[in-house]
């Protein structure tokens, strides 16, 4: 699994954006970008899906028509080269100032690495779905996730995770001590 340090060393400190598609087209725009190098992420998860008559392990974007993109030129370049791609998009902007939202890339370090497909117990949720859940903000200091902030819920005999960004939460399942 990839750590936070890890992230951290691998990109530039810039910020991102939350670009919205529509009609699932976040996997061309993925390609597209992945064309130009440009750095992105959609969150991914594992579902079973029945290909062929046998059941297949498959990854597939957890929110549909959601992709991150790390700001790497201004904004009005970054803006032409997306409508380069033919998909339409929006991207998420400040409902006051009409202003691009940036998202700090330490957020988005955080998110990604509590985004690993491979990591079991993870659910997701929506932004709302996350703020009506009761819990403390805390900050977890061991293990692979030490240093990230969110809130500590419990339900079902368990303690939950949970952390949110531009709409989508991510619910796990950790170990309170």
């Not at 985004?115 to 692979?144: M, S, W």
């Amino acid at each position: 699994m990839t750590s936070i340090n890890d992230l951290n060393n691998q990109n530039k400190q810039n910020p991102w954006y939350a670009v919205r598609t529509f009609n699932c087209q976040e996997l061309k725009i993925s390609d597209f970008l992945r064309e130009r190098g440009k750095i992105h992420f959609i969150p991914m998860t594992y579902v079973e899906k029945e290909r062929e008559g046998k059941m297949k392990r498959m990854l597939v974007p957890v929110v549909h028509n959601l992709i991150f993109l790390q700001k790497d030129e201004s904004q009005k370049a970054m803006l032409g080269m997306l409508e380069e791609c033919g998909v339409p998009f929006n991207v998420l902007r400040n409902k006051e100032t009409r202003h691009l939202c940036e998202i700090p890339d330490s957020q988005m370090t955080e998110f990604r690495v509590l985004c690993d497909p491979d990591f079991k117990d993870t659910l997701y949720i929506t932004h709302q779905e996350a703020e009506a859940k009761p819990g403390k903000n805390v900050r977890i200091i061991h293990g692979p996730f030490s240093g990230i902030t969110g809130k500590l819920h419990r339900t079902r005999g368990g303690y939950y995770f949970i952390k949110t960004l531009a709409g989508v939460g991510v619910m796990m399942r950790i170990s309170r001590w």
